[in-house]
């Protein structure tokens, strides 16, 4: 039966399937008292000005009650699957301890990996199923989750295999990247070489063979693996058929973003030290930047240069980060106003970011990110009436009504 969702007052989306740069980041479409068709899970047609089409009585309604509408939110870059959290750190950061000084000493991501190893699968799939349920409430129809609290083969796949269950139980989307490569377990101290052998040789053949993940990602990073070690685990992977992602340049700029062009990877995430020769490497390449503001936030580090990188012609997708350690937070609302007020973008930039620039980091991009005939139906109502709303009103979440595959995923509506 068809589904119209009615009464728009703005619906506001950006357009296309391919990742949008330059000035074209900038471009939304904004349909005034808008209708959208839907018809099994997919967009038939967008009407404006008041216009709706002849529907016969099974139709579903939808009031958008004269509210702003757009595409669902993408959080493109999470560490939602992991056992404990991270809260003692907090002491020690005060006292000035940096990230790298408390993976160091053995805490951070080590000890993540510790608890995630002693969490069964059962219990990981049930508290990330909250997790998923939060951002979905928030507005976010689709999600990346990437292992990488394991560090073994065992635990690695027990990740996934949480992973490949969420994406089997929750009305998100899911999509799964294998970061065996991020951090060098305790076992391989001073032996990162021989742990990324470990990792093409007895682990990524089974990820690929039972299609556990479909990215491949490395921490490209000070004290955890180098340009040369990463390279040849990306290209590994490329060649088993995985596309590939890079941490690069959170910390130290290591040539992670360089090698992110060289190799085309589909996307570059967090590139807080990013300068000109690694934005032009980006730019060449094709490569999305992932950006995580709150990462920024929660670390007390400077921000991604997001308008340096928009004047690059590199497309710019943003996102939560999730994680216990360095980003302990689910708000996408939040990462959306730390886009406006400290990389300077615009509520248009900013709706292409966490929309088709999302859905293009994920491989999604001819059927995610946008409202246009053809698409999955992935909307959301909010409690707003423009875009700028969104961006002004800090860490609100201000979903009204979240809509997947075209039926009514959850709602906050009053």
Known sequence: MPTLVYNIGILQTAL???????????????????????????????YENGETPALGDDAVLIDAKGRLATAGF????????????????IPLKLKGASYLDILNAGGGILSTVRATRSTGENELFER??????ELMGQGVTTVEIK?????????????????????????????????GAHAIPEEYRGRAAEYIDFIIKEVLPIVKAEQLAEFCDVFLETGVFDAEQSR?????AKNMGFSIKIHADEIDEL???????????VSAEHLIATGEEGMQALSEGGVIA???????LYLNKTFARARDMIAH???VAVATDFNPGSCPSLNMGLCVTMAYLKYRMTPEEILSAVTINAACALNRGDSLGTVEAGKRADMVIWNAYDMETLCYRMGSNLAATVIKDGCIACTNDR
């Open 147 to 179: 292992s990488g609290y394991g560090l073994d083969k065992t635990n690695e796949l027990k990740q996934l295999n949480v992973i490949k269950r969420l994406a089997n139980s929750h009305k998100i989307g899911v999509v799964a990247t294998y970061l």
């Open 313 to 315: 012609n590199i497309p």
């Open 128 to 133: 990330s199923m909250g997790f998923l349920d």
């Open 232 to 236: 040849r685990l990306l290209t590994a």
């Open 16 to 46: 296309g399937s391919s990742p949008l740069r330059g000035e074209a980041q900038g471009v939304n479409k904004k349909y005034k008292n808008a209708a959208v068709l839907i018809e099994d899970g997919v967009i038939q047609a967008v």
């Open 290 to 296: 992932a950006i995580l503001p709150c990462t920024s």
């Open 74 to 89: 993408i959080d493109a870059h999470t560490h939602l699957v992991f056992g404990g959290w991270r809260q003692n750190e």
């Open 255 to 265: 040539g992670g973003s360089r090698l992110a062009g060289e190799l085309k990877a």
